[in-house]
């Protein structure tokens, strides 16, 4: 009859332009996981967080240790939390390195400053400069916090970009790996995902290290008041 033709038609036209819009919204809906999925693995270094996985698939742990964490930060933390406990822990490790080398070096070699053969614990050592320079406090307070401004605006959400306040949504960038403000003057950060992880894993484990050994230099010298290396090795 003419209305069963009628309705024949009129599926068959609906059908034609279903199949003609299809194509292009799935291709659409396609590239755009494609270009999220491209950002997502260049920002993170190869790393694709999965929330199946201990600190959301973070390189990290190292037998026989593993996952090491007995007071439970990971648990039921999110993506943004996780990031910014990493953030905060290969942040310290670098500052603790570095610390670590100039507790040892700093006690037996300090040319500036007119101390050069002066006897100086590193725990006096910030002490004894500014006695010679006063400036130097006001110095290191800038050039920490152009450090410190340079890593905020590599990683952090601006605080107007964030709500009311700043304090909805993520801190962190969703494109931003944590500990990456893209400092590298030897080059030595691989292009292989793999190897990048391994890399950070080791500069992880030495930075747990060093803050381990940075307390156990302060707290050593504040017993017994000398020198890391003389006590330990008589240099």
């Given at each position: 009859s003419y209305s069963n033709m009628s309705r024949t038609v009129l599926a068959l036209a609906l059908l034609g332009s279903a199949s003609a819009f299809a194509p292009s919204a799935i291709a659409r809906v396609a590239s755009a996981l494609k270009s999220q999925a491209i950002e997502i693995e260049d920002g993170g270094n190869g790393w694709v967080p999965d929330e199946s996985e201990f600190a959301f698939g973070l390189p990290?742990?190292?037998?026989?240790?593993?996952?090491?964490?007995?007071?439970?930060?990971?648990?039921?933390?999110?993506?943004?939390?996780?990031?910014?406990?990493?953030?905060?822990?290969?942040?310290h490790g670098r500052v603790a390195m570095l610390a670590a080398l100039g507790f040892l070096v700093g006690e037996n070699f300090h040319p500036l400053f007119g101390l050069d053969g002066k006897e100086i614990l590193g725990i006096e050592s910030l002490t004894e400069v500014r006695q010679v320079f006063p400036a130097f406090f006001e110095l290191l307070v800038i050039l920490i916090g152009a450090t410190e401004l340079?890593?905020?605006?590599?990683?952090?959400?601006?605080?107007?970009?964030?709500?009311?306040?700043?304090?909805?949504?993520?801190?962190?960038?969703?494109?931003?790996?944590?500990?990456?403000?893209?400092?590298d003057p030897l080059g030595l950060k691989p292009t292989d995902a793999e190897e990048f992880a391994t890399l950070q894993t080791k500069e992880l484990q030495n930075g747990r290290l060093a803050m381990l050994a940075v307390a156990g230099f302060v707290a050593q010298e504040l017993v017994d008041h000398k020198p890391i290396l003389l006590n330990d090795f008589g240099i």
């Open positions: 990290g742990a190292l037998a026989p240790v593993g996952n090491f964490d007995p007071l439970g930060f990971a648990n039921g933390a999110g993506l943004d939390q996780m990031k910014m406990y990493r953030e905060a822990e290969v942040t340079s890593r905020a605006q590599a990683g952090w959400v601006p605080p107007r970009n964030r709500g009311v306040g700043g304090t909805a949504g993520d801190t962190l960038n969703v494109d931003y790996y944590p500990g990456d403000i893209g400092f």
